[in-house]
């Protein structure tokens, strides 16, 4: 699946209301604004991705430890696969796991949400 950056914002765990607003001015936004936004949400996604990737490596390695994960030239790509599908399968949950306040608190300043 190809990532644009509409399908990032409704992937990064933000509160619901926060995401439809972001969503519904998106497009309606000045270019440049736009541009600061579009580079906030993949830089924050590059760092979501990074973090979710070396915590499934630390687990996967602790699992080869135990005899219950292979180590061998497809293991990052399992572990890299994995930690896609759990970027594209995140729900509410995982919202009260992360600290995406920063990245919230930008957003809301360029599109001029007030919360």
């Not at 896609?84 to 300043?109: G, I, S, V, Y």
């Amino acid at each position: 699946m190809r990532l644009t950056t509409i399908g990032i914002i409704k992937i990064l765990p933000f509160d619901v209301e926060f995401k439809e607003e972001l969503l519904a001015s998106y497009d309606n936004l000045p270019q440049g604004k736009k541009l600061d936004i579009e580079q906030l949400i993949w830089d924050t996604y590059d760092l979501f991705y990074n973090l979710r990737l070396q915590e499934n490596i630390e687990l996967a390695l602790e699992e080869a430890g135990n005899n219950r994960e292979k180590i061998d030239p497809g293991f990052y790509k399992r572990v890299s696969d994995l930690t896609q599908n759990e970027m594209m399968n995140m729900n509410q949950e995982d919202l009260k796991n992360t600290d995406l306040l920063l990245a919230r608190k930008q957003l809301a300043e360029m599109i001029k949400i007030d919360k």
